[in-house]
C-alpha cells in the first residue's frame, strides 16, 4: 500500500458523489440478492435460518477502519471483494463439481446473478479508488486464502453457506462504507482547504 501513497494527492479529492452513489445503489441491490440467495441455498439443503457457522472471517483484509484515509478505505473493500469473488467462484465450481450441475433453476440463476452484481461493484470500486489515489488499482495477492474447500459433503456444504454470508458481510461493509464517503470527502476537501491557506498565509 505504501508505494500507492508516493503520488502525494489527496484522498478523496476528485471523487463525485454520482460516482459513490452508483457504487452504493449496485451494492444495496447486491445485498438484496445475497439475502435472497442465502434464503434459497437454505431452503435446498434444508437448513434452519439459525445454521450455526464459525465466526471467524474467510476474507484476509480487515474492514476499513474510520481512521484511514478515503483511499485507503476504498483499497481495503476493494480487496476484500475481490478475494470474496474469487471464495465465490471457487464454491460455484465446487458445487459443480461435487454435487453436480444438474438442472438450472432459481437457487443457480440468483448465484449467477450474485456473481454478476459483485463483478460490477469491484468495478464500481475499483474505479472509484483510481479517482482518489490517482493510479490503478492492482490486484492483490490471494496467496494464504482457504479456496480450496472441504471434501466431506456436509461440510462443503457449511463452506459454500460460509462464503455466501461471507458475501454478505462485505457487502453490508461496502454499503456502510460508501454511504459515509460524502461527509469523509467534505471533510478532507475543508482540511486540504485550511492547510493551503495556511501555506499561503506564511509566504
Known amino acids: 500500500m505504501a508505494a500507492r501513497r508516493t503520488r502525494g ?4 479529492s ?50 476499513p477502519s474510520s481512521q484511514l484515509e478515503t483511499r485507503d478505505k476504498l483499497w481495503c473493500l476493494h480487496s476484500a471483494l475481490l478475494q470474496c469473488r474469487s ?4 464454491a460455484i465450481a465446487k458445487e459443480e463439481e461435487q454435487l453436480g450441475g444438474g438442472k438450472k433453476g432459481d437457487y443457480e440463476t440468483q448465484r449467477k446473478m450474485v456473481k454478476e452484481r ?17 493510479v490503478m488499482v ?4 490471494l496467496e494464504g ?6 471434501t466431506i459433503l456436509f461440510e462443503l456444504k457449511l463452506w459454500v453457506y ?3 454470508e461471507e458475501v454478505d458481510y462485505w457487502t453490508k461493509m461496502a454499503i456502510t462504507t460508501l454511504q459515509a464517503l460524502p461527509s469523509v470527502i467534505a471533510k478532507e476537501r475543508a482540511r486540504t482547504t485550511r492547510v493551503r491557506s495556511t501555506r499561503s498565509a506564511r509566504r
Request: include cysteine; charged fraction near 25%.
Open 9 to 12: 494527492m489527496t484522498g478523496g
Open 14 to 63: 476528485d471523487l463525485s458523489r454520482t460516482a459513490v452513489a452508483r457504487a452504493t445503489a449496485i451494492a444495496e441491490l447486491l445485498r438484496y440478492e445475497c439475502s435472497i440467495l442465502l434464503e434459497l441455498y437454505r431452503k435446498k439443503e434444508s437448513f434452519t435460518a439459525d445454521v450455526t457457522v464459525t465466526d471467524s472471517r474467510l476474507v484476509s483484509v480487515p474492514p
Open 87 to 90: 471464495f465465490l467462484e471457487r
Open 118 to 134: 459483485l463483478s460490477l461493484l469491484l468495478i464500481n470500486t475499483g474505479e472509484l479508488f483510481k479517482t482518489a489515489s490517482g
Open 138 to 141: 492492482l490486484t492483490p495477492s
Open 145 to 150: 486464502l482457504e479456496l480450496d474447500g472441504p
Open 162 to 164: 460460509r462464503i455466501f
